[in-house]
Nanobody, 122 residues
Framework: QVQLVESGGGLVQAGGSLRLSCAAS????????MGWYRQAPGKQRELVAA???????NYADSVRGRFTISRDNAKNTVYLQMNSLKPEDTGVYYC????????????????WGQGTQVTVSS
């Protein structure tokens, strides 16, 4: 079993900041890429930011320069620092991880957290 547990969402005024965390636990051999996605009401889930095991990052154009993704491999945790938040950043934020569970199989699987709500008021 593998679990991803997010925390850090909430309500913030425009221009404010929030920091999201996502910790992976369970039967884990290694984690490749980790990322954050968000889904606004009535819209499809979209990639916000991703980071590889070598700390190569990728950002959606809409958040580049305002959000920073990082990870702590020793803790199997990924973070998303969100600054200068805008009302259009509102949505449910989901953590995603590409995980290899055992040494004995190269198979990797995609796991998702349960989501954390971020609401930015104008």
């Amino acid at each position: 079993q593998v679990q991803l547990v997010e925390s850090g969402g909430g309500l913030v005024q425009a221009g404010g900041s929030l920091r999201l965390s996502c910790a992976a636990s369970g039967s884990i051999f290694s984690i490749n890429a980790m990322g954050w996605y968000r889904q606004a009401p009535g819209k499809q889930r979209e990639l916000v930011a991703a980071i590889t095991s070598s700390d190569i990052t990728n950002y959606a154009d809409s958040v580049r320069g305002r959000f920073t993704i990082s990870r702590d491999n020793a803790k199997n945790t990924v973070y998303l620092q969100m600054n200068s938040l805008k009302p259009e950043d509102t949505g449910v934020y989901y953590c995603n991880a590409d995980i290899r569970r055992t040494l004995w199989s190269p198979r990797r699987e995609d796991y998702w957290g349960q989501g954390t709500q971020v609401t930015v008021s104008s």
